[in-house]
């Protein structure tokens, strides 16, 4: 089996030089690009996202690319265009900056609707439509959107629709005083993110992926799965809970962390994990609720402690080797 864990550790170490403090978040992006998926960065503007995005690249050693997402931005501006050539008499294709392996979405709610679905759809689909033709995205393939919480003027919130296409929401939040201590003086007159030296390739991430499908999800695990999901659509302070979708990247995300751990078997607590950032962006709260001072996060947290977790069965890992 790869040693996805080495990769795991490697680049977690390269990219925790320059984002200081943020071990867990480095560690679930680095999750959803194993499992194949993307990912919601909701936070403050100076945190350091896009610094953390363009370091995970450069540290990956993928093809990386920007999009500054503005109200006159259109999904041609995204996916690429026709251009007709002079020389040949045909029209080629000249690619948008989807074309690339990791994909920083800056600022996704400022732009229109109708921009934004054209980014979701490569998302899904893993290709782009140009004129009837279908283009292939390059593997591996990973979105990272971001979006400012606190500014709302000028801007298009992401339907519920199209946040359940986002496995994980990850929020950076504030560095520790000693972080940003030693962040002031790393960042001193320099951009460490533009120094970092790749400690992997893409032929890497791929076999890691290719591994991490194989981990192997007791029935047990993954009807915890199901019941997690299912507590959230029954619970009494939930309009709207986890959709199939969810259950399907939660346990996805828990093989691609029981592989990091250097196991080929799932174990609860690797669901367990995982839960909150998978599930609770995408579950609307009653009004009610949202009157109580609760939040999604919250309820997450709640249900965690009342749906039973199953016993880990001895020698899953053999088993699943077999």
Do not use: C
């Amino acid at each position: 089996m790869h040693d996805v864990r080495s990769l795991v550790d490697r680049v977690s170490k390269r990219v925790g030089e320059v984002i200081l403090g943020k071990a867990w978040e480095i560690r679930l992006l680095l999750l959803a690009l194993l499992a194949g998926r993307h990912v919601l960065i909701e936070d403050v503007p100076g945190v350091g996202k896009t610094t953390l995005v363009r370091t995970l690249a450069r540290a990956l050693g993928l093809r990386f690319q920007r999009i500054q997402f503005t109200p006159d931005l259109l999904p041609s501006d995204i996916t690429g265009v026709n251009v007709y050539d002079p020389a040949t008499g045909a029209f080629r294709f000249r690619p948008g900056p989807i074309m690339a392996q990791v994909v920083l979405a800056d600022e996704i709610n400022r732009t229109s609707p109708k921009t934004q679905s054209a980014l979701l759809e490569a998302m899904e689909e893993g290709q782009v439509t140009v004129d009837g033709d279908t283009h292939l995205l390059p593997r591996p393939f990973l979105v990272l959107a971001t979006q400012n919480p606190i500014e709302y003027e000028g801007t298009f919130p992401l339907p519920e629709s199209q946040l359940d296409r986002f496995a994980l929401q990850v929020n950076l939040g504030y560095p520790d005083p000693a972080s940003e201590r030693l962040m002031l003086r790393l960042h001193a007159g320099r951009r460490p993110a533009d120094q970092v030296e790749p400690v992997a390739d893409a032929g890497e991430v791929l076999a890691a992926q290719a591994a991490v499908a194989q981990v192997h999800a007791a029935d047990a695990v993954a009807d915890y799965v199901v019941r997690l999901a299912e507590a959230t659509r029954r619970h009494p302070q939930v309009y709207l809970g986890a959709s199939p979708r969810a259950s399907l990247n939660l346990l996805e995300l828990a093989r691609a962390s029981a592989a990091a751990d250097g196991r080929d078997y799932v174990l609860p607590d690797d669901v367990k994990r995982l839960a909150e950032p998978v599930l609770a962006h995408r579950i609307i709260l009653q009004p009610e609720a949202r009157w109580e001072d609760q939040d999604a996060r919250s309820i997450i947290r709640e249900i965690l402690q009342r749906v039973p977790v199953p016993m880990p069965q001895p020698g899953a890992g053999r088993q699943a080797r077999r």
